[in-house]
């Protein structure tokens, strides 16, 4: 994955205007960040190679950066029941190669990061997001490992995915409303202010095509509850996809574009009032 220079970034907002579907909105990082999870993954044609033998060079060109390995290879093989043990070795060792789900995680010392690897696809994720560039450089070194190991010839899927939860006693926000903090696109039923009851959950999803085949988002949105508290949060889950085929030159201009739309797509669903609770920061060069 090639770097993006400064010159380059400085013209993303005007070459971005005409083709954004979202409104053009500066670019921040929030001092309480309500990310919880990004994940980015590349879906490639199937290659048996990884189902065939472990994944020991991949291994090696990612190790430093992620040492932990979790093999989530799954048997699934069907066998009747009844009968003897030896009978079950011999029919598994006949059937294990075409009926296994093989599958590995390639984890960071702390288990921050996650490397997802199958016959399939590669994906990376982390719960613990900062900036784009961090997540870009921390993904160019798995898929550089995938391109010399397995050489797949392009890419049928790529895709980022943000997931945001708006916790409201972490802003000091516990006084208020859904609908005074998001936005009335959005807030659909819990903008009801003649509603004499409360809503117990509600939950949206909304697929946006971009014009150009420029790629799609998925936007699943609604109340859910925190898992270290139960107290009402708002959640959105933002995935971001192509399903034309990509060449592997193109992945990061892809992947670059799916990160802007990421920021305006939320800055365009909250208010200002949570905007600035957030504490927003600009983000420089």
């Not at 294990?96 to 702390?110: K, P, T």
């Not at 070194?141 to 392009?154: C, K």
């Not at 889950?237 to 992947?255: C, G, N, P, S």
């Amino acid at each position: 994955m090639l770097p993006v220079s400064a010159e380059q970034r400085t013209d993303v907002a005007s070459v971005d205007e005409g083709v954004s579907p979202f409104p053009i909105s500066p670019r921040v990082i929030y001092a309480v960040n309500p990310l919880v999870e990004v994940i980015s993954q590349v879906r490639f044609p199937p290659i048996l190679r990884i189902d065939s033998e472990p994944p020991a060079a991949f291994q090696e060109r990612i190790r430093a950066q992620y040492p932990l390995l979790r093999d989530l290879t799954e048997d699934i093989s069907q066998l009747p029941t009844g009968i003897s043990s030896q009978l079950a070795q011999l029919l598994r060792s006949s059937i294990a190669v075409r009926n296994r789900r093989v599958g590995y995680d390639f984890l960071s010392a702390d288990g921050v990061w996650k490397v997802g690897l199958t016959r399939e696809f590669l994906s990376l994720g982390t719960g613990k997001y900062e900036r784009w560039e961090s997540f870009r450089e921390r993904l160019t070194g798995p898929i550089q490992a995938l391109l010399d190991v397995y050489r797949p010839g392009f890419f049928t899927r790529v895709g980022l995915r943000y997931q945001d939860l708006i916790q409201r006693s972490r802003l000091g926000l516990e006084g208020q409303t859904w609908a005074s903090l998001l936005q009335p696109h959005v807030t659909g039923l819990l903008s009801g202010y003649d509603l004499n009851a409360d809503i117990a959950s509600t939950f949206a999803q909304t697929s946006i095509v971009f014009h150009g085949g420029l790629g799609q988002v998925t936007l699943r949105h609604g109340l859910v509850q925190a898992a270290d508290s139960q107290e009402t949060c708002y959640l959105f889950d933002a995935d971001f996809f192509t399903d034309q085929r990509i060449e592997i030159e193109h992945v990061d201009e892809k992947l670059d574009f799916f990160n802007r739309q990421s920021g305006r797509l939320f800055r365009w669903c909250i208010g200002n009032v949570l905007h600035e609770a957030m504490g927003p920061q600009p983000v420089l060069p």
